[in-house]
């Protein structure tokens, strides 16, 4: 895998133009896994590349939030920050740029183990004819804060291991 400081893996861009263009998925959603140190190096580097807007969730949130002193979360809450990131949420169009979130491992920790459940599965399937949104987390807290068995229930086309 050769990559300069500021491109993607192949592996990697290949799996963000497979969310663009007419013959992508109804759900242009994709989760990768990223080591430590390509977590916090590759929104500032690879999102853009990806032509990806570079998006800290859990600092987005509580900046939201913070008129109110307190930052309430569901599963559908989740969601609901997430696909208001993207632009023209009323009308989307697919082609437009799409989303690279990441730090929303922060916010996933503040919901209990059903709900984590309940929320990928609603990103997984609800995010429909929307922008490219790429799902960062750590590899390491894949397992405890990600979807049950990303490769299989995601699959291939929309789930990415890079450690």
Same mark, same amino acid.
């Given at each position: ?5 500021? !491109?993607a #893996? /192949? ?5 963000? /133009?497979?969310?663009r263009?007419?013959? *992508?998925p109804?759900v242009?959603?994709?989760?990768? *896994?990223? /080591?430590?140190?390509?977590?916090f190096? *590759?929104?500032? %580097?690879?999102?853009s590349?990806? +032509?990806?807007?570079? @998006?800290?969730?859990?600092l987005?949130?509580?900046e939201?939030? $913070?008129?109110y002193?307190h930052?309430?979360? !569901?599963? %559908? $809450?989740l969601?609901?920050?997430i696909?208001n990131l993207l #632009? &023209? &949420?009323? /009308? ?8 690279? @979130? ?8 503040k919901? !209990?183990? &059903?709900?984590?459940? @309940? +929320? ?7 995010? !429909?004819?929307r922008p490219?949104?790429?799902?960062? @987390?750590?590899? &390491?807290?894949?397992?405890? +804060?990600?979807?049950?068995e ?6 291939? $086309?929309? +789930?990415?291991?890079?450690?």
């Amino acid at each position: 895998m050769s990559t300069t400081a500021t !491109s993607a #893996p /192949n592996k990697l861009i290949k799996l963000a /133009n497979s969310l663009r263009g007419h013959t *992508a998925p109804r759900v242009r959603t994709a989760l990768i *896994a990223l /080591n430590k140190d390509e977590y916090f190096t *590759a929104p500032e %580097t690879w999102a853009s590349s990806l +032509f990806l807007e570079p @998006i800290h969730l859990s600092l987005h949130v509580a900046e939201k939030c $913070q008129t109110y002193g307190h930052v309430g979360l !569901s599963p %559908t $809450q989740l969601l609901e920050y997430i696909l208001n990131l993207l #632009p &023209n &949420n009323d /009308n989307p169009d697919p082609m437009e740029p799409g989303v690279w @979130i990441w730090g929303i491992d922060i916010l996933l920790a503040k919901l !209990s183990e &059903n709900e984590r459940t @309940i +929320f990928w599965s609603k990103l997984h399937g609800m995010a !429909s004819y929307r922008p490219p949104i790429v799902v960062a @987390i750590p590899s &390491n807290l894949l397992s405890r +804060f990600g979807p049950p068995e990303p490769e299989s229930t995601w699959g291939t $086309q929309r +789930f990415l291991s890079l450690t």
